[in-house]
């Protein structure tokens, strides 16, 4: 039996107890979710943890009792007529949108719905679920539509895989990026400046730097050229892009300057097309590789906002490049193995691609939407990258490969695009001069290798559980003299090693040895030096790496040539070095 028939008819156990428990209550809809179900509700009453359990008890007693579940079919007229005595509005209202004339219930002891189902026979086939928490949701998600409670559960085959999944999100709850990000004083989000607006405190900032600077110092050697360009831009530019067509709904409201319509940018493509028409291109030129780590704007729903994986400002790691379609599929090969080098530089070791196909709503003509479909697939295929074929996701003006990435807990997140466009080039008349002094409209590729800085250091933060590597990490090292008599000695390592690259802190308080210890451990350090009267004498220190109770007594010169390694080499461990 499929995980998908037990979760759905899970949903429907949920709601036939709360109409058991709250008898006014009316039903909207609850289908299956990845890991389990929910269903949402209009009622009186506010949920809240106690009433979870109270419901979770209520569902047990109907498994208990074993009730059959049928299927009954209804003309479309007889279910709206059923469903308005029963006072069931929303399923009126569905019922009234669906062309179907023919419809099927599902019933179970006292309880009907509106289903198509299938689902299991008998109640007495459910019981590994546990509900997790209540949510609101406006009907048919129109927030000019009523505010429903949604239920959120998990259902399983067995306990068994219930007991592991649970353990699971007890993990996730202590790698949750925004829980972290306060502790380790990474990030912020302040009210005075607005909802999913990020404020990189110094620690983030450090990690940012890095990451940018290692994008930057890739793509220079690959043969890209770094632009910038403005926050905001008029209408019309947006116009000429299909933007205000396509995409409107995501633009922040257009401000008037000085009788001038002006939008603050959701992207950056339609800049860099302006930059490449700068001047006259020759085939010679290309491709040009012009990348941009350009800061764009969404206006997200306040309740779709979380952390940093949903905001309202964020920063891509965005480039476009301008080609010839003889070279396209070398182009999107070269894209793919600096995908990979930074995946491994990450510890990112397993990923899912897909090719997104044409959707309903596009622009341009379809042979060229089927020969750049072609160009991804085979640029796959050359890597012998497997991918899976994903219909209809394109965006309205080309195909695109999207990846996304397995961290160290199996979650899938969204991370690589390639797009291909023929459309922005001709919109805004883009050319070059071909090798018989013709024009032709160049290819762009469109190309975020990473997403966002934003929600990829939210990944990271969970992928690693904020045991960042030693190379990536704000704080490499934190020096912990046993007593005030090696604040000196101290301080001397404090300053020759900030000289040499590495990020040290060093813990002067009046604390025990122990408090400070674990005052770095909390802090997720990777390294700690501890100095008492030996290692001064020495000129060592005692070395104790994250994640081992060991220590070494290590000098300095030793120390400072491994730490430089572990920066040059980026090893995610000092561990490796001993």
Known sequence: MSLEIIRHSTAHLMAQAVKRLYKNTKIAIGPSTEDGFYYDFDLDVVFDQESLKLIEKEMKKIVAENLDINRIEMTKEEAIGYFKKKGETYKVNILEDIPEKVVSLYRQGEFTDLCKGPHVDSTSKLGAFKLSSVAGAYWRGDEKNRMLQRIYGYAFGSKEDLDKYVVFLEEVKKRDHR???????????????????????????????????????????????????????????????????????????????????????????????????????????????????????????????????????????????????????????????????????????????????????????????????????????????GYSIDPGEGVFYGPKIDVKILDSLKRRWQCTTIQVDFNL????????????????????????????????????IEHYAGHFPFWLAPVQSTIVPVSDEQLEFARSLEEHFSTKGIRISLDDTNKRLGAKIRQAELLKVPSIMVVGNKEVEMNAVNLRIKGSRDRSLINIEDLTTMFIKANKTRVRSLQEFL
């Open 179 to 385: 829980k972290l990000g306060k502790e380790l004083d990474l990030y912020s989000v302040s009210d005075s400046v607005g909802a999913g607006l990020i404020l990189w405190l110094p620690k983030g900032a450090i990690i940012r730097e890095i990451i940018e600077t290692d994008l930057k110092e890739r793509q220079k050697s690959l043969g890209y050229s770094f632009v910038y360009s403005p926050h905001i831009a008029r209408s019309d530019l947006w116009r000429t892009s299909g933007h205000l067509d396509f995409y409107q709904g995501s633009m922040f409201p257009a401000m008037d300057i000085e009788g001038v319509s002006y939008l603050v940018k959701p992207m950056n493509c339609p800049f860099h097309t302006q930059v490449y028409k700068n001047k006259i291109r020759s085939y010679r030129d290309l491709p040009i590789r012009m990348a941009e780590l350009g800061t764009v704007y969404r206006c997200e729903r306040s309740g779709t906002l979380h952390g940093l994986l949903r905001v309202r400002g964020f920063t891509q790691d965005d480039a476009h490049i301008f080609c010839t379609e003889n070279i396209l599929v070398e182009e999107i090969g070269k894209i793919l193995d600096l995908m990979l080098d930074l995946y491994r530089q990450y510890h990112f070791e397993q990923y899912e691609v897909f090719v997104s196909t044409r959707p309903e709503r596009f622009v341009g003509e379809k042979d060229k939407w089927d020969m750049a479909t072609e160009a991804l697939k085979e640029a796959l295929s050359l890597k012998s990258i």
């Open 425 to 460: 080039p001709e919109r805004f008349g883009l050319e070059y001069v071909d090798a018989g002094g013709g024009r032709k409209v160049p290819i762009m590729l469109h190309r975020a290798l990473l997403g966002s800085l934003e929600r990829f250091f939210g990944i990271l």
